[in-house]
């Protein structure tokens, strides 16, 4: 069994699977019980500044969207940080702690845009034993309102001055949590970095309505006849994600900044992409929401697993998919592929012809008996026929040979790469030398 | 097992009234709304999909599917019922295992089809728990169509004539309409009277008069209703029963599968019906399933089909088939009954084994048999009806005859297999036909 060991910017933990600072992680019980379960470490529960604790809604604080059979494809939450009393949460990370030591255990916290208040609070939290704090410059929904979570995150300069106290006012690990909701994620994982954060943590959770009640005409979730946007969460965010967590990971100005990869990690294929494309270790929310914290034991044996078969140690597979990661610009327009639909794993549902016929290229023909064959004169290799085919590994994208002739185009298939920077069409193409 | 099951002869109150009631529960019971949703998820909404092609009367189904799945099964019930007013009883009744489910990609991909005849159940279940009747009358045309028969063509025939607008007299020889739905199968495919609600339903498109009570040949003869209407459909199914042609074929005991069938279906106590410990049915089709299934369920001790060819070549499909043996009916193949023994009453029935052609081996068997059900086939009462083709009335195209202004389908008409669906079919088909014909 592979060695799952984590070091994240110096936290270790027996594995590199962490709660997300959401519900699952607002008190001790839970975060004992996570530990016991397996967990490899938690990040508490946002905590606010010392006083009277946030209020939350007395109503549904959840909205969902689901997928067949009503798994949940993704969830929506207007909850605020923590409404329990400072003194509380810190008293129980203390005791958590100092019982789990081989744990990572890091706060989350926001505090009001003002040094005083993160010179008071870093303190108290230092005093807890805590491995690290994670700056919550994500929640969109609420606190937002109030010029803390996204309302930071989304203006750079404040993530950096922040993140500078934050650094200057603790020696405890900084991870800064950034919000989704911004148009280039670099920029504040940049200002993060200027700032002194030792890694950021993302996605939080993406603004988002997610469904309407067609009786009350109000958006769900509904109070009192009213809603207001949420963070949604969960595997509908993943692919958004994974291009963000990409983004800093091959940003020459980020490239190296660890990266915690938050954002729809349902099993251990998930987590092994995140960290594929650069990622340290994960953090996990809804699917824990959805299955309890058992869902981590298949993560760890799954992962496991993984790099046994692949044959490599877990900090081998970090980032090992960044080289790849690249611009459309620079992707072979030479190579050429045609899709092949496999006639012995073939249903005869349909859906590629009425796929291709309907929405694309007009590629697929439908013969007697419901044989369905692509016409290779016409295929573009879209792949939407592999996409919406029912049967995993039927239809397959074949690459063709060098010296070929493309039967669409009439045209050789070169040996030689060729992109769009040096293509003829291309006004700005530079010459070949 | 107590004294009541194992007394000889034909008697009833074999069973506690909690087990006839178990046993003649719901065949399939009913989706909940999220076992429909369930369900319909699996569809993979197929481009010119096999279900429909493989449907007689080619329901929609990856489009009513879609309205289930997503929340509107009452637009479902529309999709299906435009095509098939007996949606509901098709549901149930439905040799879905031979037809639409048969074909499924799924089915054929996995072993396990979309169960399309469930879906259908729900979307006609729910409509007509609402008492939606999602189709209006056109305007009067005027003319008045005749439709002998109230089983499912002459039904079928019926609403789609009163929903062009004309006016419908729907005649039958039976104290209530419905047909073989109301007195042909069996009771546990058609539970909580579903068969007389169905038609209930189905007359709420208005326009449709039933006069029961009304036999051809009996009370009206068809030279009469021509004279008086403007076309007259006959949907008058199959009213006689093939004879053994044996020795002892007319000792008591010995009855038709189809009058057993019709009395259960009509009692109003099961415990009250009487049935024999060892009970013998001869035939191999649907009623011969039917009939068997319902002697077990109502407390006979031995069941036993017997057929005369090989079991693939039973009519009742391969579902029919399990199903019988698994409520602990014996079916025995290539045997032909060759004389009914006993003193007044049957006491034992004799068989001959033979090969697939009917060739006899010369060996013999005896079955003891308290009671013995002939379900060797229906036949035509064929006085006065337009030219047969064979035994059954002959017709072309949407079930003309050979007489101008009489059509024919359903049972009665030659082609096509005899299901409730195709009888469906062909009564609306015909209609579309006399309609064109009307309003030429």
């Not at chain 1, 405890?172 to 911004?182: A, D, E």
């Not at chain 2, 001790?301 to 057929?307: D, M, R």
């Not at chain 2, 052609?357 to 048999?369: I, K, N, S, V, Y």
Request: charged letters at 25%; glycine letters at 10%; one cysteine or more.
């Amino acid at each position: 069994m592979a060695d799952l060991t984590s070091d994240f910017v110096g936290i270790k933990s027996p594995n590199p699977f962490w709660l997300a600072s959401a519900p699952p992680t607002d008190k001790e019980y839970n975060v004992r019980r996570a530990y016991e379960a397996g967990w490899g470490g938690v990040v508490w529960k946002t905590l606010g500044e010392d006083g009277p604790p946030v209020v939350n809604v007395n109503g549904p604080r959840y909205g969902a969207i689901w997928g067949a059979d009503r798994r949940l494809l993704g969830l929506n939450n207007i909850e605020l940080i923590t409404d329990r009393p400072l003194e509380v949460n810190l008293r129980e990370i203390k005791a958590v702690k100092r019982d789990y030591p081989d744990r990572a255990l890091v706060v989350s916290l926001m505090v009001p845009c003002e040094e005083a208040a993160w010179k008071a609070i870093l303190p108290l939290v230092e005093e807890t034993g805590a491995d690290g704090v994670e700056l919550n410059f994500g929640c969109p929904h609420g606190m937002s309102e109030r010029g803390m979570g996204s309302a930071v995150g989304q203006v750079p300069e404040y993530i950096e001055m922040v993140t500078r106290w934050v650094k200057q006012n603790s020696r405890m690990p900084c991870i800064v949590k950034l919000t989704p909701n911004i148009t280039d994620i670099r920029k504040p994982a940049e200002a993060a970095k200027r700032g002194g954060a030792d890694a950021v943590s993302l996605i939080n959770t993406v603004n988002s309505i997610t469904s309407v009640d067609l009786d009350l005409f109000a958006p769900e979730p509904t109070i009192d006849g009213k809603g207001a946007h949420g963070g949604l969460c969960g595997p509908a965010v993943k692919p958004i994600a994974l291009n963000m967590v990409a983004e800093i990971a091959r940003s020459p100005e980020t490239r190296g900044l660890p990266i915690s990869g938050i954002g729809g990690v349902t099993t251990w294929r998930d987590a092994a992409e995140f960290i594929a494309l650069g990622a340290g270790n994960v953090q996990v929310c809804t699917a824990a929401m959805t299955y309890g914290f058992k869902v981590v034991q298949e993560m760890i044996s799954g992962l496991s697993q993984y790099l046994d078969e692949k044959g490599v140690g877990l900090s081998d597979l970090v980032g090992r998919a960044v080289p790849n990661v690249s611009d459309w610009q620079n992707l072979n327009l030479n190579a050429i592929s045609k899709a092949k639909i496999d006639q012995e794993l073939c249903i005869s549902c349909g859906r590629c012809y009425a796929a291709c016929e309907d929405t694309s290229h007009q590629a697929i023909a439908m013969s007697d008996g419901r044989v369905f064959t692509v016409k290779d004169d016409e295929c573009v290799a879209c792949n939407l026929c592999v996409n919406v085919c029912p049967v995993e590994g039927c239809i397959s994208m074949e690459r063709m040979e060098v010296g070929a002739t493309d039967p669409r185009t009439g045209k050789v298939v070169p040996a030689e790469f060729g992109d769009w920077t040096t293509h003829p069409n291309n006004p700005m193409a530079r010459a070949a030398e | 097992m107590d004294a009541r099951q194992l007394a000889g002869g034909i008697r009833a109150g074999r069973l506690e009234p909690q087990a006839l009631e178990e046993g003649f529960s719901d065949l399939h019971p009913p989706y909940d709304d999220h076992e429909a949703l369930v369900a319909a998820d699996r569809c993979y909404f197929c481009h010119d999909a096999p279900c429909a092609t493989a449907c007689p009367t080619t329901i929609d189904i990856p489009l009513f599917i879609r309205q289930i799945a997503t929340g509107t099964p009452e637009a479902a019930a529309k999709t299906i019922l435009s095509q098939n007013i007996l949606g509901g009883m098709c549901a149930r009744v439905c040799p879905t295992e031979t037809l639409c489910e048969e074909v499924c990609v799924r089915e054929v991909a996995e072993g396990k089809p979309v169960e399309i005849g469930r879906l259908q159940r729900y979307a006609t279940d729910r409509i007509m728990a609402r008492n939606i009747h999602p189709f209006e009358r056109a305007a009067p045309t005027g003319k008045r169509v005749a439709v002998v028969g109230a089983g499912p063509a002459g039904l079928a025939c019926a609403h789609r004539l009163a929903m062009k607008g004309h006016d419908v007299v729907i005649l039958d020889a039976r104290p209530k309409p419905g047909g073989l739905n109301e007195f042909g199968i069996a009771a546990y495919k058609s539970t909580e009277d579903f068969a007389a609600r169905e038609v209930d339903w189905l007359l709420g498109i208005g326009g449709i008069i039933l006069e029961t009570g009304k036999a051809l040949g009996r009370e009206v003869t068809l030279e009469g209703l021509k004279a008086e209407y403007d076309a007259v459909f006959l949907g008058l199914g199959l009213g006689g029963v093939n004879a053994l042609g044996i020795d002892g074929g007319d000792r008591d005991g010995v009855s038709n599968a189809v009058d057993f069938i019709s009395e259960l279906r009509q009692a109003e106590d099961l415990a009250a019906l009487p049935v024999g410990r060892d009970v013998v049915v001869i035939g191999g089709g649907m009623t011969a399933v039917d009939a068997a299934v319902q002697a077990k369920l109502l407390g006979a001790l031995n069941v036993t089909i017997v057929y005369r060819r090989s079991q693939e070549r039973m009519a009742a499909s391969v579902f029919e088939q399990e199903l019988a043996q698994a409520k602990g009916v014996r079916i025995i193949c290539n045997a032909t009954p060759k004389a009914v023994h006993g003193n007044g009453a049957v006491r034992e029935i004799e068989f001959e084994f033979t090969d697939d052609d009917l060739t006899p081996t010369g060996e013999r068997f005896r079955l003891p048999a308290d009671q013995v059900f002939r379900a060797i086939g229906q036949s035509l009462v064929t006085e006065g009806l337009p030219t047969l083709d064979g035994r059954k009335i002959a017709v072309e195209g949407p079930g003309r005859t050979s007489l101008p202004g009489v059509w024919a389908g359903g049972d009665c008409a030659a082609g096509g297999d005899d299901l409730t669906v195709t009888a469906v079919a062909e009564g609306r088909d015909a209609a579309e036909d006399i309609h064109a014909t009307l309003t030429r």
